[in-house]
């Protein structure tokens, strides 16, 4: 599979599962860019994400590197699921700044993978640092077509 074809089944395969994930749109979530093994997220911070420290609550930077994860690691056109994943808080975030999760797929061999997230504010401070593992099952993303 030549290199365009590859960046294009991610960007389909992205736009599917965009599609039948309610969680990452209610959230604000938007997909930047996507590549095999990669993928770019923005989100804007709402006061209702906060939590009584007036910061942005953990599940929801979790939950939004978690999204970045599973659009990095289901571009190949394989249902892939989170097998595992590690967060680290490093700085919070307030309402109104501007996120963005950095998906990279570290490796890939067999039905397992490992990816790493980095969350960033507008500043391009690191805000989280997220590690999941990956587990392929059986199935696609998109319809393969009947070719009989």
């Not at 307030?94 to 980095?118: I, K, M």
Request: proline residues 3%; contains cysteine; charged residues 20%.
């Amino acid at each position: 599979m030549n290199e365009q074809h590859s960046h294009e089944l991610a960007r389909q395969c992205a736009e599917a599962m965009f599609a039948a994930d309610p969680c990452s749109r209610h959230l604000g979530m938007e997909i930047e860019s996507v590549a095999p093994g990669q993928a770019v997220m923005t989100m804007r911070v709402q006061p209702w994400m906060l939590n009584g420290h007036g910061s942005i609550q953990g599940g929801i930077l979790f939950t939004f590197a978690d999204s970045a994860f599973a659009f990095a690691c289901n571009g190949y056109n394989k249902v892939t699921i989170g097998q595992g994943c590690t967060i680290d808080y490093l700085k919070p975030a307030f309402a109104g700044e501007f996120l963005r999760a950095r998906a990279r797929e570290l490796h890939r061999g067999g039905r397992t993978g490992t990816y790493d997230v980095v969350l960033e504010n507008e500043a391009g401070e690191t805000l989280a640092l997220f590690r999941g593992r990956s587990y392929q099952v059986k199935g696609s993303i998109l319809k393969e077509e009947n070719n009989d």
